[in-house]
T-cell receptor, first 111, second 115 residues
Framework: GENVEQHPSTLSVQEGDSAVIKCTYS??????FPWYKQELGKGPQLIIDIRSNVGEKKDQRIAVTLNKTAKHFSLHITETQPEDSAVYFC??????????FGPGTRLSVLP | GAVVSQHPSWVICKSGTSVKIECRSLDFQATTMFWYRQFPKQSLMLMATSNEGSKATYEQGVEKDKFLINHASLTLSTLTVTSAHPEDSSFYIC???????????FGQGTRLTVV
């Protein structure tokens, strides 16, 4: 089955700096890669996703890149703000089913 | 994005009692719903997958007689924790997807505390 690894487990950045979180997956059948932001005591919120037919997607300060050959994908947050502080989870899924989540990255944006 | 509503957001119950958690898709028909369990500072662990009108598929190690899942309609799935014990205390989260969506949208989660 699918196995998703995520690094780093914790990340602290200064406000305004960029943050990068990386994930690797094992199942070449996975073709959908969402990223979720989870704030304390709340459910995960989808922030961006990418499908296997593209290599990069950007939405304002957030971007995701995908390397299918190497089976890794990354989340990039630019101009970080304190409200970006949360736990971020990557996931891999074949056709939107059977999501497998990474262990999460706790991002702290220091003012 | 689509909205998934989960209720209650938190519940405290006594050992030996049962607790039902509801997951509703408010603006789309959820052909598939997923139930997850999350321990503090850990990732989401899939417990079971339920398709409307059929029996849920449980992940290995999840007791189907203890965690009863019903997905009787395209907008509602329920998880019942039967004969709850303190070790069942956790954050339970549902998500839903449909044939017209590949994204999975999550409920806000239910924090269960068994005393």
């Amino acid at each position: 089955g699918e196995n998703v690894e995520q690094h780093p487990s914790t990340l602290s950045v200064q406000e305004g700096d960029s943050a990068v979180i990386k994930c690797t997956y094992s199942d070449s059948a996975s073709n959908y890669f969402p990223w979720y932001k989870q704030e304390l005591g709340k459910g995960p919120q989808l922030i961006i996703d990418i499908r296997s037919n593209v290599g990069e997607k950007k939405d304002q300060r957030i971007a995701v890149t995908l390397n299918k050959t190497a089976k890794h994908f990354s989340l990039h947050i630019t101009e970080t703000q304190p409200e970006d502080s949360a736990v971020y989870f990557c996931a891999a899924s074949p056709y939107g089913q059977n999501f497998v989540f990474g262990p999460g990255t706790r991002l702290s944006v220091l003012p | 994005g689509a909205v998934v509503s989960q209720h209650p957001s938190w519940v405290i119950c006594k050992s030996g009692t049962s607790v039902k958690i509801e997951c509703r898709s408010l603006d789309f028909q959820a052909t598939t719903m997923f139930w997850y369990r999350q321990f503090p500072k850990q990732s989401l662990m899939l417990m079971a997958t339920s398709n409307e009108g059929s029996k849920a598929t449980y992940e290995q190690g999840v007791e189907k007689d203890k965690f009863l899942i019903n997905h009787a309609s395209l907008t509602l799935s329920t998880l019942t924790v039967t004969s709850a014990h303190p070790e069942d205390s956790s954050f339970y989260i549902c998500s839903a997807t449909s044939g017209s969506l590949t994204e999975a949208f999550f409920g806000q989660g239910t924090r269960l505390t068994v005393v």
